[in-house]
């Protein structure tokens, strides 16, 4: 059992009947009051963020997990098959155990985190940044970054994400996988 100061992003737990991974946390001591921590769960099953406040020293369930890297070889369906890098026995995933499975390229590498109770997988860790390029956009337009303007663009995964003006079709652009949004444009 762990306490509430043990706490941390990534962190997995066992919360009404479900395991939950820890996304943001917060303490707060407040001047008048009991300390509590105030956090943002998601659901590894159904993939649901729900915020919960615990109170300073309650109990909370610790899940150990252990972390492998996973390339991602290609997606059937609303499954997406994986291949550890290590040993090569590969594993299938449903669509929700990924945050962002739209800007997922074939042969990117995750971190997908395994109970080890039951070894099963219970969610995807994507990189902090994917670099794809731009399948569809508006055509660019030459020293137009002084305003902070942006306009759609289709991405070779499918995805849509808000570039500048200046972004055209075929330059790569650095995206930020938790959010989902545009970082930079990266030059080769």
């Given at each position: 059992m762990a306490t509430t100061?043990?706490?941390r992003n990534g962190l997995c737990i066992r919360y009404n009947h479900d395991i939950f991974k820890v996304i943001e946390f917060l303490h707060v001591?407040?001047?008048k009051g009991p300390a509590f921590v105030r956090t943002k769960l998601k659901s590894v099953t159904t993939g649901k963020v729900?915020?919960?406040t615990f109170s300073a020293g309650h109990k909370i369930e610790e899940v150990r997990v252990e972390t492998h890297k996973y390339q991602f070889l290609y997606q059937?369906?609303?499954?997406y098959h994986f291949m550890h890098v290590e040993d090569f026995t590969q594993i299938r995933l449903l669509e929700?155990?990924?945050d962002m499975p739209n800007l997922l390229k074939?042969?990117?590498v995750v971190?997908?985190?395994i109970n080890t109770e039951d070894n099963l997988p219970l969610s995807v860790d994507m990189p902090p940044h994917v670099v794809l390029e731009v399948t569809q956009t508006e055509p660019g337009l030459k020293g137009n970054t002084a305003t902070n303007a942006t306009k759609p663009a289709t991405l070779e995964t499918g995805a849509e994400v808000?570039?500048?003006l200046f972004i055209n079709e075929g330059d790569k652009v650095k995206v930020e996988t938790e959010k989902g949004t545009y970082k930079e444009r990266i030059k080769e």
């Open positions: 100061s043990d706490i001591k407040p001047g729900i915020d919960n059937e369906g609303e499954f929700a155990a990924l074939e042969g990117e971190t997908i985190l808000n570039v500048p």
